[in-house]
Each structure stands twice: as structure tokens, then as C-alpha cells.
């Protein structure tokens, strides 16, 4: 299994993360990726992959949410990094749009999105996004980068079977699947009966989003088993072809070991 969207380097983790890593071993998790979120993470972020080095591993970008003022300055540092030989990075994320809670910043969100995905048109990296509310601008987005033969993950995916058949008509991206999948209440199991099982794969977005039986409690990225086994009752086959296809699709996309 691959974890491919996990936030322990954040201070939710700060008195166990050694443990928490030991746990993901254990559960048989292969590699951490690890979604940047803004200037502040960066330090943290690299301090674990050094840490842990070819287990996690860093991924480059503003988060949505934490588009500010000071944005262009943000994103000029950061490009900077990704420039630098021999970097650490294997994606640039975790990146989107977020115009769920504000829409202060909106038009900002928006070139910060454009300009990121043209670093990963650049420099042939991944794309991890993240997007909420507002699934018609990304799509506008995307369409006018269809022929840059981009790739990533549609993170935290939890839309219609319409909007999922919309997304990965963007070949080489798949669908990012973590623990909504288990909620008692989801769409989410009806509308992946529509997708391909190769166009998925496996994340945690710990601390958030702990799949049953963990719900309401701090996720890490052991729990992704559980991601795992409600993805196997979707298609009712066996775990080990769930993990199989995921870690297949991880590895290719992430170029990871």
C-alpha cells in the first residue's frame, strides 16, 4: 500500500510521530507522500523526509486555502526550490482550488492554480489537486492544459459519477480515495462503481478524515488499510488486488521504488 496524501509532519503528530510511521510500516504501507501546504510546512515537511528518507517523500506547492496576499512571493520561493538540482520533490501539491469557505482571494486562487500546473508542465512533475466548490474553474483550467500531457491525482475525491467520468478524462490522472469511502452515509461507493479500479489509488489526508471504525478520531496513514477494504467491497474482489492496482499506479505515477 501507498499512502499518497498524508500530513504528519504537521504538530498534530508532534509527541508520537515516530510511532506513527512505525504503525504505517507495520500496516504495510511502502512510501509517505507528503502534500506541502504553505511556507510554514516546508521545514517540517523536509525535516521528516530526511528523517525517513525513501519512505517519505516531499511533494511542492500552495495549498488553496493558504493563497494570501503575499502569494506571488510564496510561490517565487518555492519555484526557486523546485528549480534547485537534484531536488527532493516528486509532485507539485498539493495544489487546487478551495472556494468553499472564502472567496476573498478567488481570482488569486485561480493564478496561483494556473502557474503551478505550468510548473508541472515545465519541469514533467506530477500534479496533486485539491478542489472544493468549485469543480467547473478546475475543469476550465485543466481543459486549457489538455494537450501539456499533464498527470497527478484528483485528491479527496468525493464528487458525482459525472464529475468523476469529467476528471479522468484527463489521461493520467486518477482519483484519490481515503476514508469518506467508509462513512455510512457516503455516495462515494455507488459512484466508484463507475470508475475503473486502475484509476484510483490510495490516501489518508491524516490528520483529517479517519476512515470507520476511526472516524472522529486523528487519522494517520496506517488507516489506509481501512481505504483499502472498503475499496475492495466496492469491487468485490480481494485486498491484495485493491493494493496490487494501487501501489501499481503510485509507483508509475511518483516514479517511487
Not at 499518497?4 to 504538530?11: A, D, E, M, V
Not at 506547492?61 to 493558504?66: A, I, N, Q, S, V
Not at 510561490?75 to 527532493?88: E, F, K, N, V
Not at 493564478?111 to 514533467?124: G, I, K, N, P, T
Request: charge should be negative; include cysteine.
Amino acid at each position: 500500500m501507498i499512502d499518497t496524501h498524508s500530513h504528519i509532519y504537521g504538530p498534530e503528530f508532534d509527541e508520537d510521530r515516530d510511532l506513527v510511521v512505525q504503525r504505517a510500516r507495520e500496516a504495510g504501507v511502502e512510501h509517505i507522500l507528503l502534500p506541502n501546504i504553505n511556507a510554514g510546512t516546508i521545514p517540517p515537511m523536509l525535516d521528516l523526509c530526511r528523517q525517513y528518507p525513501d519512505y517519505c517523500h516531499p511533494m511542492m506547492g500552495l495549498h488553496p486555502e493558504d493563497v494570501r496576499e503575499d502569494w506571488e512571493q510564496v510561490l517565487a520561493d518555492m519555484w526557486h526550490r523546485l528549480q534547485s538540482p537534484g531536488h527532493p520533490y516528486v509532485a507539485v501539491g498539493e495544489v487546487g482550488l478551495d472556494f468553499y469557505w472564502d472567496q476573498t482571494y478567488r481570482q488569486e486562487q485561480l493564478e496561483a492554480f494556473e502557474q503551478q500546473v505550468c510548473w508541472a508542465r515545465d519541469l514533467s512533475l506530477p500534479l496533486v489537486i485539491h478542489s472544493r466548490a468549485a469543480h467547473r474553474e478546475l475543469v476550465d483550467v485543466m481543459e486549457r492544459h489538455r494537450a501539456d500531457r499533464l498527470t497527478g491525482i484528483f485528491h479527496c475525491f468525493g464528487g458525482t459519477a459525472d464529475e468523476a467520468r469529467e476528471l479522468l478524462s484527463f489521461e493520467g490522472f486518477f482519483l484519490g480515495i481515503g476514508g469518506v469511502l467508509t462513512y455510512k452515509k457516503s455516495a462515494l461507493p455507488d459512484v466508484l462503481r463507475h470508475v475503473p479500479l486502475q484509476r484510483i489509488v490510495l490516501e489518508t489526508d491524516a490528520p483529517y478524515l479517519a476512515p470507520v471504525p476511526h472516524r472522529g478520531r486523528r487519522n494517520e496513514s496506517a488507516y489506509v488499510c481501512d481505504v483499502l477494504q472498503g475499496l475492495a467491497k466496492v469491487y468485490d474482489c480481494a485486498p491484495s488486488e485493491v493494493d496490487k492496482m494501487t501501489t501499481k499506479a503510485a509507483k508509475r505515477l511518483f516514479n517511487l521504488p
